[in-house]
């Protein structure tokens, strides 16, 4: 496994601090699944496609577009 040391703001700190506690993880898990999530936004990018935040039943709430 590779270790990386990563320099961020305080408050970008703070909100990886806030969802791993939250979630019950370790910083590192939470900003691995940050990185895989990101993973698959780039992949559905390079396919014309974007991610979209739904409720419950499906209906979207936000279409997340541009994140590059």
């Given at each position: 496994m ?14 990886i ?12 898990l939470?900003i ?18 974007s991610?979209?935040?739904v409720d419950?039943e ?11």
């Amino acid at each position: 496994m590779t270790q990386i040391t990563l320099e961020v703001s305080d408050e970008v700190d703070r909100i990886i601090s806030d969802i791993a506690d939250r979630n019950g993880l370790p910083r590192g898990l939470a900003i691995g699944r940050a990185l895989a999530l990101l993973a698959i936004a780039d992949e559905e990018q390079t396919k014309g496609n974007s991610l979209a935040i739904v409720d419950a039943e499906f209906n979207p709430l936000h279409r997340l577009v541009g994140i590059f």
